[in-house]
């Protein structure tokens, strides 16, 4: 009895370490973010405008293979496929980005960790952090794009940062364990670009999944995807026009997802702290 | 009184070594795997009060800069405890902590966020610490087009200068050009006496340490072989080392 009591309370502390160590250094994360922003944008001559260009064109490239390649760009719940894969995949790019960037956060700001004492857990967060900046900005251009498209924002639009908020927050969790097990070998992070084209493929960014929802396994398996569950969190938003709430058996796999990635990277965290400037150094 | 600002009890590191870094990733999950240990510090133990000035000897790979990663909170021990007091400005390598592609002077800001110095208390830093390092025009550039010793100058000028309370310093006085060597070691030497700063020193050159530290430690394969006053600790390293060619 007391041996399970001690594991909880050993995890416990490293979840109440986790969140002092943030709450102490606020300033040093949006610091240290908006430095991160900048060192990402100042090195190239169009800067800031990568930041848009970069979506642009990978819209414009989906768009064009599955309208005018496959021929499937009929509309969507109503709406032409263009905006409806457009906002859903703004989540996908920052995802994907959290998947791959996430995993190298640790080794990336290595020198955090092997030349001083900086608090680790809040690595993750100020590298994540940078790119829910631009995620925003690019969030806001989308809802202007389907305001001038003939789709101004409903009710439904205010729902927008509670997927926004369990985006962030899954993804940190996901860096935070993907980042301690990748600093230790960089197999884990091969291991993890080469699943990412999985997911996005397996995920309904690209394509609708009720059009498989006739096969009902295929359908339940796919929707576990916590991938899919934030991209048409979005299209809740700005396309299928239902709340959270209303969909409780979605919100609850992605919460189980999440605790399992929370207990994942306190495990990690217990059991590598002591070992990554070892192995960094 | 006495006021002891680190101390060391028992104190053990050892590294775990595997054979590849495979290995290593499946070491986490699985225990069973097999690796070799390196002990690199070996029981270690002593204390150092407030304003006093060290030198640590010893051959590379005797486990100084591990004790002094462990002091900096950077590396755990395996066994044993370790108490710290006070702010710890390290010196670990010349590049200690810099981002490559920001600017000198943008470093200087993003050091001082990191140890949590808020912006105006920076900005009072920011000219002695420019005019100290010496960089003049180059403080704007990235640091990526810095050679060494500029590095090592603008890393002395931003870790002596924030008000540490702790400072260590490892042979990284050993890149800059006479000149600036010596104005190091004045620094140094007003900084101890001064503000009462706790330095630890890592050095080759035991007449170096000699002229600022009044007691020295000599470490051998890991292990304290000698603590006492910096003379005689300077002559038991030499002494040791002679033996040994």
């Known amino acids: 009895m007391n041996k399970i009591k001690d594991f909880f309370m050993s995890y416990i502390n490293i979840l109440i370490l986790d969140i002092k160590e943030h709450l102490e250094n606020v300033p040093q994360i949006f610091k240290l973010s908006i430095a991160d922003l900048k060192k990402t944008y100042t090195g190239a001559a169009l800067g800031w405008a990568w930041a848009v260009i970069k979506p642009v064109v990978t819209i414009f490239v989906y768009w064009f293979a599955i309208a005018i390649g496959l021929r499937q760009g009929g509309d969507i719940e109503g709406v032409p496929y263009i905006l409806w894969l457009i906002c859903g995949i703004i ?125 009902e396994i295929v359908y339940s398996i796919l929707m576990l995807n916590p991938v899919t569950f934030i991209c048409y969190g979005y299209r809740n938003c700005f396309v299928n026009h239902v709340w959270f709430f209303e969909q409780p058996k979605r919100l609850l796999y992605f919460l189980g997802w999440y605790a399992l990635l929370v207990f994942l990277s306190l495990w990690a965290y217990k059991k590598l702290r002591k070992e990554i400037p070892d192995v960094l150094a | ?164 309370e702790i400072l260590i310093v490892d042979e990284a006085l050993s890149v800059g050009d006479a000149a600036f060597r010596v104005k190091c070691q004045k620094k140094i030497n007003e900084v101890i006496h001064k503000d009462n700063v706790t330095l630890l020193f890592v050095t080759h050159q035991t007449a170096v340490a000699e002229e600022f530290c009044t007691r020295g430690i000599v470490m051998k394969n890991g292990q304290k072989v000698f603590d006492g006053e910096v003379h005689e600790a300077s002559e038991f390293y030499k002494k040791m080392y002679t033996i040994k060619k």
């Not at chain 1, 985006?167 to 935070?176: H, K, P, R, T």
């Not at chain 2, 028992?10 to 795997?33: A, E, Q």
């Not at chain 2, 001082?112 to 912006?119: F, P, Q, S, Y």
């Open chain 1, 91 to 215: 989540s996908w790019f920052y995802m994907g980005d959290s998947i791959t960037g996430g995993t190298d956060c640790i080794r990336r700001y290595s020198y955090l960790i092997t030349k001083m004492k900086y608090p680790v857990t809040t690595i993750p967060t100020h590298n994540n952090l940078s790119r829910f900046f631009v995620h925003i900005i690019i969030t806001v251009i989308v809802v202007l794009i389907f305001w001038i498209g003939g789709y101004p924002p409903t009710i439904y639009l205010l729902q927008l940062p509670v997927y926004m908020i369990l985006m962030f927050l899954f993804f940190n969790a996901w860096s935070l364990f993907a980042g301690l097990v990748s600093a230790m070998s960089k197999d884990f992070s091969n291991l993890v670009k080469s699943f990412n084209v999985s997911v996005f493929w397996l995920s309904g960014v690209l394509w609708n999944i009720e059009n498989v929802k006739d096969n």
């Open chain 2, 1 to 164: 009184m006495k006021d002891t600002v680190i101390s060391f009890d028992n104190v053990s590191k050892t590294y775990k070594l595997y054979s590849s870094t495979r290995k290593r990733l499946l070491g986490v999950f699985i225990k069973k795997i097999p690796y070799k240990k390196k002990k690199a510090v070996d029981n270690v133990s002593f204390e150092i009060q407030r304003g006093d000035s060290v030198a640590l000897f010893g051959k590379n790979g005797a486990g100084k800069s591990t004790v002094l990663k462990m002091i900096t909170g950077v590396a755990f021990p395996t066994e044993g405890t370790i108490t710290v007091n006070g702010r710890v400005s390290a010196l670990l390598e010349l590049t200690s902590g810099f981002d490559m592609e920001f600017t000198g002077r943008e470093n200087i800001y993003l050091k001082g966020h990191i140890l949590g110095l808020k912006d105006d208390e920076i900005k009072a830093l920011e000219d002695t610490i420019v005019e100290f390092s010496e960089l003049n025009d180059y403080i704007d550039q990235p640091v990526r087009t810095y050679s060494s010793g500029m590095k090592a100058r603008l890393g002395f000028a931003i870790n002596v200068n924030i008000k540490p």
